[in-house]
């Protein structure tokens, strides 16, 4: 897996907060907004992914940034600053999830979408993601990875996971680990 490439499978909000790595931002440009949004399409509920504009990509990494700094002052065991959970409400409202209700030829069918831009709809849900992620009972086991050069957070599913990835930065700690004890006495690094 390369260190360019997104890592996925955790909540929604983590997810986005980790395209912000120690290196390259993997939401750069709008191009690769749309990659990340593919892969994120089954839990973007209400929102139709198009082609994303430099306006939506800064939306959405509003988002990501009021959610970051939310995220840095609970791992610290601090209050979120206002300013960063203000953002997240004002991005949430810009594109309300509406029920759109309709009729089948036997029934009444009711259909989740987010009005407006692409931007405002994506930003929006991702608000709702961290807002969910905030008041979520879990969020007092959010972790670091303790890879030295790794930045990424998760919730850990085991009480023993200690890194992001086990096959990103698990693996590149267990290698280095095991150099240390094999090379030969007298090398240097």
């Not at 709008?30 to 990340?36: D, F, H, K, R, V």
């Not at 990494?61 to 995220?71: C, F, P, S």
């Amino acid at each position: 897996m390369s260190d360019s490439t997104p890592l996925i499978g955790e909540p929604l909000a983590l997810d986005l907060v980790n395209t912000a790595p120690d290196g390259p931002d993997l939401l750069d440009t709008p191009a690769q907004l749309t990659e990340w949004l593919a892969l994120q399409a089954d839990r973007l509920h209400g929102v139709a992914i198009e082609q994303p504009t430099a306006a939506d990509l800064i939306a959405v990494r509003a988002v990501r940034e009021d959610t970051a700094t939310a995220l840095e002052a609970l791992l610290a065991g601090r209050r979120p600053p206002a300013t960063a959970l203000r953002g997240l409400e004002r991005a949430q409202a810009a594109a309300p999830l509406i029920r759109e209700l309709d009729w089948n030829g036997d029934t009444v069918v009711a259909t989740a979408r987010r009005r407006g831009p692409l931007g405002a709809a994506a930003a929006a849900a991702l608000a709702e993601s961290a807002i969910d992620l905030f008041t979520d009972p879990s969020i007092g086991k959010l972790k670091r990875c303790e890879a030295d050069d790794c930045v990424l957070l998760f919730l850990p599913t085991h009480p023993r996971r200690r890194w992001c990835s086990a096959q990103r930065c698990g693996n590149r700690v267990r290698v280095a680990r095991y150099y240390q004890r094999h090379r030969p006495a007298g090398t240097a690094d």
